[in-house]
């Protein structure tokens, strides 16, 4: 398929889940743009030019996968982007709640875009980035939920 989508997220920090995600999308879409949302009334654990980095370094050798940040709406952006697809990962009836409420207000904005769900992968059900912060703030080793040579103090935190 010769076609663009959008994976759209605050990714703080960017999962082995969402590596997953991104390349068996691959296979789906020609091009795919890891957004990573910008919002001023949300902290972040990491700052973006380290969450960015972050994705830049474990895609370093996909050219096809394009990593940028944004405000705003997310239909806008992939307007700009003239993206029809958004993507999107869902680990349980709880995310596919939440994640189905929000494509149909999406589809209502923006009607030729469509949001592609894929199923996470068993191995990869318990990591989540709130998880990952959490072991993070209490000193726990994280290298078995990033991506294989991400080495988080090479990345700067917030202050």
């Known amino acids: 398929m010769n076609a663009t989508a959008v994976f759209a997220g605050s990714f703080d920090p960017f999962t082995r ?3 997953d995600i991104a390349l068996r999308a ?3 879409f020609e091009h795919l743009v890891i957004g990573v949302g910008v919002n001023a009334s949300k902290r972040t654990f990491f700052s973006l030019e380290s ?3 972050i994705i830049r370094d474990t895609f370093a050798k ?3 996968i394009e990593v940028r940040a944004y405000n705003g709406l997310t239909t806008d952006f992939c307007n700009e982007l003239g993206a029809r697809f958004l993507l999107r990962g869902v680990r349980s009836a709880t995310d596919f709640d939440y994640e189905s409420a929000i494509a149909q207000a999406n589809k209502m904005i923006a009607p030729r875009l469509e949001t592609v769900f894929l199923l996470t992968r068993k191995e990869y059900l318990a990591i989540s980035s709130t998880v990952v912060r959490d072991l993070l703030r209490h000193g726990g080793d ?3 939920f990033l991506p294989q040579g991400i080495e988080i103090a090479n990345y700067p935190q917030e202050s």
């Open 26 to 28: 691959l296979d789906l």
């Open 62 to 64: 996909k050219p096809r």
């Open 142 to 144: 994280v290298r078995a």
């Open 17 to 19: 889940g969402h590596e």
């Open 51 to 53: 969450r960015i980095a």
